[in-house]
């Protein structure tokens, strides 16, 4: 059974790439632009892990998930930034977890969604599962989405 993931994304292309890095990875994946309806959406996707890239958003759109703490609790969350960890979101009672990706590293960023299931127990441990290598992965994920294989 995948596991499910929530992207909260506001330029395509990095959602994109992110999106299809995890889909490669063993992930369900659902990727949205829009944060307003977050709540909702968190609701009827009950996803075992919520990434946010936090690159793109205006500053403030990001805090309508201070609100959301009820419907986050046990879902671990992660917020790719292209800066260093900051308090631009604060959920309580929730852990956030972040990814500095500069740039866009989409296998860093499953890498820290696998180790944070694995912490959880939700994940097998990475012996037991096959990753694509570096630079091979990178490229074959952008042929991909290109449309180039």
């Known amino acids: 059974m995948p596991f499910s993931a929530v992207i909260f994304s506001a330029e395509a292309l990095r959602g994109a790439l992110i999106s299809k890095t995890l889909e490669k990875n063993g992930y369900r994946v659902y990727l949205y632009n829009k944060v307003h309806s977050a709540g909702d959406i968190l609701e009827a996707k009950a996803p075992q892990i919520v990434i946010i890239d936090k690159e793109g958003y205006f500053p403030g759109e990001l805090e309508s998930f201070s609100l959301l703490s009820g419907i986050l609790k046990g879902i671990p969350l992660v917020i790719v930034s292209n ?18 990706s500069n740039p866009l ?14 912490a959880s127990g939700s994940l097998p441990a990475a012996s037991d599962r096959i990753e694509p290598s570096g630079k091979e992965a990178i490229a074959q994920d952008l042929m991909g989405f290109l449309g180039m294989e």
């Open 83 to 100: 800066s260093e960890a900051d308090d631009s979101i604060h959920i309580k009672d929730i852990s956030v977890h972040w990814c500095r």
């Open 105 to 118: 590293d989409p296998l860093a960023i499953v890498a820290t969604a696998n180790s944070i299931l694995e």
